[in-house]
């Protein structure tokens, strides 16, 4: 398994892909690279050694095969919003730019599916069908320039995931190019399909398995009436126990999301949407819909168990100009943080609903420890919390320092019986923490899988997996073991 | 790739396996073995060499390891009520018989999650939360019979998967015996979990990727209100065009099925509902809930629907009684057909909605071509249809013109832009027809993934996949790359 290697002769390679795409198509000067050196976790950078920009699935398969004849790592990457790293180029590899693959190529409303390019933006998905009746669920707060690919790399969520799930139940399949150039389709039109369900597995690899060229995406009917709710409350713990009543009165709202004191006042410094209360200590933030009668009922259902609960107020918004000044704070949230702080960590981690508000303040307590100020904006309803940790960058080691307070963060999410990721992907980011999560045994049957579609470990290496080189320890369970091709890189 | 093939020394073997789960759980006289030889499919028959009835995952594990170490090929079974042959054992193999792994290993309500041993009855599920205000949604026909890893192996559907999903939506994670005996979990209590889906992939996998030992289910809160409407038409096109124009009015009913003339009598002929007009062309059955005010104004709009596509009467049942007189014709459809015939063939295939009328009529004229009854009954809402093929196995030479029928009817299935399964798998039945649907780089990528799991090609092997052996020119085309090891078998 051990290859020698040498480097390899750029300006040949670039040759062949001026072949495939034209010169265009190739990026190589240095200057021009720059632009791709990081993802939206912009701690980490590193400058591929050439940019490629197919147009089409068969421009894809050309240029991965030549990245496989000659053993170069390749990695793929859309708009470049990914938190988690997933797109940051590798020394000495290929980038695969899909932001020329932009075409919509079928709306079928009758079967209600829309066929895309990997660099179609989230939101022209809806844009598209929504004067027919329809959207396209999965909505990331970055929807209006995340790609689709990335998306689908990622299995992307949003605030309606908790209703409606994540991308991947909403790809009903996806034609792929291999790592090692073929074009396969994986899925079909059809909602299930026999043989093994390897539209699953490529969604959410995170660019592993190879690169997603044509994804059928599964659109819905637009509700008939919507109502969102903003509830605050003087104790997270009320917030909390509120989350819990509606779950368990059989009530799931489309969106269900929780942001603390920190968070509001970040938001009604910079988008001063008016309506959030500077001095609650958390407010939650409840869509309902479906059809008239069924939003009127539950959003009064709701209400009532927000005041049960405490709340001091509930506000129901009905009108689409009013939920739109509701959910802007939210969406907003994370770049006002830009205001409070020269720079923030978003972490992301997954905990049972019911430790909601034993984990807050775990992690108020953590923050104290390790000295910084933590602010919590995220998905209640499916207990996806996404805190974010205030820093400045230019002070020597608060990088470090962040890193382990984010670390430990996730730690205590595992602990509770809860999840590492929810929504941004693992990429070069928590790659040192998936030994947490799994055994050596669960761990070596996913190499194993990587090594069915990728026998040479090109695509995107290093990410995802923990290996000894990257992790050190934290991979030396499954050490002897591990596919050892991605360690040469 | 070859082995050697020696005749197993099934004797040491079976020494072996005693001393895993005792004497009682190793079954080796031949008329004890007759019960295990053939699944749902009884037109395959094969005797096991040995059964063995593990008790626990650790067991099982022993048990594959012993068959691993032979490299000796088993196979799976829970109930035995499959209907594509997935559980007929092959020749000289061991049947793995998960009868006496019946726990309820885990009910937690606050989390909305139950863990199982995979010989738990489906039923059994919802029976143990149902006083809690719990249902498990996927509902097989069989469902008082058939076992949760059966489910889980053929990715089940039901009734109630149109609005619900089918099994994969419903598998949270499950513990696995891999087939070189390691211990695995796939997927977390957590529904999105870092990492590749292998949980996904391992449901539908029909016993190749492994056995299932523990599987943590999703349950969902029991609707507070439910509506059953039944409707008449005079012709399969007014139908047709009523479950269209459901969907398009954006309603998702629980259940849509529909069932024509000759079903309709067939059960009114056994059960006697007393409900089903034995004069309508077809019938259709629209279930809907959701909040009371939701189910009935739901109700009111689908009886409109159908009225205004020439229903001749609409009756809705609210009472649970009534309900489930409606439902209960449904339910025996299947069985009823022993009445009107020696023998039935029950296809499954699924077709775009939109080409219901188009397909069923050309279903009929195969039927007529080959001189055979066909009956239908079947999930009009997701297109899943159930021809029924009526013959008589005692004339020579009936069942290869009914199989040769059958196949007919999936080619067209595909050809519209189908599937050649919905819900009861490939199994031994259709593994022919795999390249119908599939390209040869398709497959390829399927058999890697497949070796990934299953270096020595011992778990289930020949089937759900084509061969030379197994299906000669159909899987010449790629016929070179297929995965060797299987063709021992």
């Known amino acids: 398994m051990t290859a020698v290697v040498t480097q ?56 991965v095969k ?22 940051l180029p590798i020394e000495n590899c290929v980038l695969i730019v899909t932001s020329l693959m932009r075409k919509i190529l079928q709306v079928d409303l009758e079967n209600q599916r829309v066929i895309v390019q990997p660099g179609v933006i989230n939101s022209w998905v809806t844009q598209t069908v929504s004067g027919a009746g329809f959207y396209y669920a999965p909505d990331p707060s970055s929807q209006i320039i995340c790609s689709i690919g990335g998306n689908v790399a990622e299995n992307s969520g949003g605030v309606h995931c908790l209703k409606y799930g994540v991308t991947t139940n909403h790809v009903l399949g996806v034609k792929i190019v291999t790592p090692e150039g073929a074009i396969v389709d994986l899925g079909s039109e059809i909602p299930e399909s026999p043989g093994y369900d390897l539209t699953g597995v490529f969604v959410g690899s995170e660019g592993t398995l190879g690169i997603a060229t044509e994804i059928t995406l599964k659109i819905l009917k637009t509700p008939e009436s919507i109502r969102v709710l903003l509830a605050d409350f003087m104790s997270v713990e009320a917030a909390g126990a509120t989350v819990s009543d509606i779950i368990s009165a059989g009530i799931i709202p489309g969106g269900m999301e929780m942001m603390d004191n920190m968070s509001i006042n970040a ?32 959003s009064q259902r709701v209400a009532e168990i927000c005041k049960k609960n405490g709340a001091r107020n509930v506000t129901v918004a009905t009108e689409a100009d009013e939920r ?155 050490g002897q073991k591990v596919f050892e091709g991605i360690e040469r890189f």
Chains 1, 2 share one sequence.
């Open 8 to 63: 390899p002769n750029w300006q040949a390679i670039a040759r062949e892909f001026e072949a495939v795409v034209g010169k265009s198509g190739v990026v190589q000067r240095r200057e021009e690279l720059l632009v791709y050196e990081c993802d939206g976790l912009t701690s980490y950078r590193e400058r591929p050694a050439i940019a490629v920009l197919p147009r089409t699935t068969e421009e894809v398969a050309e240029v």
């Open 267 to 298: 938001v009604e410094d910079v988008v001063a949407t008016g309506c959030y209360p500077r001095d609650a200590t958390a407010i939650l933030l409840v869509e309902v819909d479906g059809l008239e009668v069924e939003a009127d009922l539950n």
């Open 66 to 87: 030549i990245c496989a004849r000659a053993s170069v790592p390749f990695v793929a990457r859309g708009s470049g919003t990914g938190l988690s790293g997933g797109a």
């Open 324 to 478: 739109l000044t509701i959910w802007k704070g939210r969406k907003a949230a994370f770049a006002a943080m830009g205001k409070m702080s020269p720079d923030y960590y978003v972490q992301d981690g997954v905990i049972p609903r019911t430790k909601l508000e034993y984990v807050l303040r775990e992690i108020e307590a953590l923050g104290q420890k390790f000295g910084y100020n933590v602010a919590n904006v995220f998905h209640a309803g499916d207990g996806n919390l996404h805190p974010l940790i205030l820093y400045n960058n230019a002070i020597p080691g608060a990088l470090e320092q962040v890193e382990a307070l984010g670390g430990e963060i996730l730690k205590l999410c595992v602990k509770v019986g809860g999840s590492i990721s929810g929504e941004h992907g693992i990429g070069a980011d928590k790659r040192c923490y998936m030994p947490e999560m799994f055994s050596p045994a669960d761990l070596e049957t996913m190499q194993w899988v990587r090594l069915a579609f990728d026998p040479q470990g090109i695509a995107n290496p290093t990410k995802l997996f923990p290996t000894p080189r990257t992790c050190g320890e934290a991979a030396q369970a499954h």
